[in-house]
């Protein structure tokens, strides 16, 4: 085990994965992308939106400190209510957007936490689209000074 630990890490640190990649952190990302975000034709830079908005509410002061709290959180995300994430199987794209975010980070400011149908808290920062599932509107947090 020792040595196989050691290697691992030697591995990590070559290729500058962060060590708090954790398998439960990149599955439960993926699983939300993919809910929020999987259907085939969507663009990657929507996949990584959508993962980002999870990792902001996990640094800000107004939400939850872990993902799984943020993610499970009463009325946040449908699949998390409705308990379709439970049997989510994330598809290969959705796994790649989730492992860059992790390992790369948030592309959306800090104050980017809200993701829904229609504009909310203190302004849209970007829409995305979509002839299928319409517009979706990644906004500013309520309480953006907070962020500063």
Known sequence: GMKYNRLRDLK?????????IQFDCLYLL????????????ISEYHRR??????L????????PNTMNEVVYQRGQYAGAIN??????IPSEACVRSAFKLIADGSIAPS?????AE??????V????????????YFCYSSRPWLYD
């Open 49 to 54: 939106m959508v993962g980002s908005v999870v």
């Open 118 to 123: 229609f504009p909310q808290g203190s302004g």
């Open 30 to 41: 993926s699983k939300v992308i993919h809910s929020e975000a999987g259907s085939s034709w």
């Open 111 to 115: 104050s980017v936490v809200f993701q």
């Open 125 to 136: 920062y970007k829409t995305v689209n979509d002839p299928y599932l319409g517009t979706t």
């Open 83 to 88: 308990g379709s994430l439970n049997h989510i």
């Open 56 to 63: 902001n509410r996990v640094a800000s002061p107004e939400f």
């Open 12 to 20: 990590k640190k070559d290729l500058n994965i962060k060590d708090d």
